[in-house]
């Protein structure tokens, strides 16, 4: 599988790379490093009363997928990045090598955590949140920091996990308001 995968990531770097892209696409990628900026705008839903629902969903998907991914399947995988199978690019890199394992990516699994909340939620926030994802997971294919089913996972699982937050989070909201009528009848 590591040999089809890194073929596909040659076939990017050699047909696909520009000037252009290689000051982008690290760009791109910064919308991901550490959920910082997913995080930052579930804070800030958070502080808007109207949209509080939504910013407890994200920081719940967020929490959800750190917990998952790269607390349990990377060190369950232990895969290692594309760079160290392929050690001619690694001064290429157009980002700093990471120390982490690769599987799954944290930023595409975070960028959909939040984009898929944020689609449900909203689709005026929602749809640019999407677009932003799959720049941000695409980039890490550009970049070479990872293969393409560690982010076709991530991105598959944070959709889940992003669905899976607001349903629960609905959850209890529903059984909050649930308690607040009891106490007034």
Request: net charge positive; charged share 20%.
């Amino acid at each position: 599988m590591n040999e089809f995968e890194l073929r596909i990531l040659d076939f990017i770097r050699e047909h696909l790379t520009c000037p252009f892209l290689d000051a982008v696409m690290p760009i791109i990628t910064k919308f991901g490093d550490g959920g910082i900026f997913w995080i930052a705008v579930a804070l800030l839903f958070i502080i808007i009363k109207k949209t509080r629902k939504t910013g407890i969903s994200m920081g719940a998907a967020l929490l959800i997928g750190l917990i998952i991914g790269n607390l349990i399947l990377k060190n369950s995988f232990a895969r290692i990045r594309p760079y160290d199978l392929n050690p001619a690019i690694r001064p290429e890199l157009l980002v700093k090598a990471l120390s982490d394992y690769s599987f799954p990516s944290g930023h595409t699994l975070a960028s959909f955590e939040a984009a898929t909340v944020l689609l449900i939620r909203d689709k005026r926030f929602g749809i640019p949140a999407i677009i932003l994802a799959v720049l941000i997971a695409v980039s890490r294919l550009y970049l070479y920091v990872h293969y393409p089913s560690d982010v076709l996972a991530a991105a598959v699982l944070g959709t889940f996990i992003g669905i899976l937050s607001c349903k629960l989070i609905d959850r209890i909201y529903e059984k909050i308001q649930n308690r607040k009528q009891l106490k007034t009848e």
